[in-house]
């Protein structure tokens, strides 16, 4: 049973950080790929970063430059960066996972206050 589990949400001022990390049960290197997605009241999720079989990295635009992935096999985690956070960055953070099918953790919160 795969299980994604988040960690490092939380409240920040505007301007501050936060490390989110997802902690999986399995070989992250098992996936295909590994991601953040977000998803703020009344707004669809939407995917914030990704991470891909031999480490290319994708970022929606409005986090480029701000927010950086990474991962790290012997901890079986993958973790995402947030600098310079925006109030407009509030929202329910999922880890999510591809490989025949797609896994998700149960979410974080990150509130950044203006």
């Known amino acids: 049973q795969v299980q994604l589990v988040e960690s490092g949400g939380g409240l920040v001022q505007a301007g501050g950080s936060l490390r989110l990390s997802c902690a999986a049960s399995?070989?992250?290197?098992?996936?295909?790929?590994m991601g953040w997605y977000r998803q703020a009241p009344g707004k669809q999720r939407e995917l914030v970063a990704r991470?891909?079989?031999?480490?290319?990295?994708n970022y929606a635009e409005s986090v480029k430059g701000r927010f950086t992935i990474s991962r790290d096999g012997a901890k079986n985690s993958v973790s995402l960066q947030m600098n310079s956070l925006k109030p407009e960055d509030t929202a329910v953070y999922y880890c999510?996972?591809?490989?025949?099918?797609?896994?998700w953790g149960q979410g974080t919160q990150v509130t950044v206050s203006s």
């Open positions: 999510n996972a591809n490989a025949n099918r797609e896994y």
């Open positions: 991470i891909i079989s031999g480490s290319s990295t």
């Open positions: 399995v070989n992250i290197f098992s996936f295909n790929d």
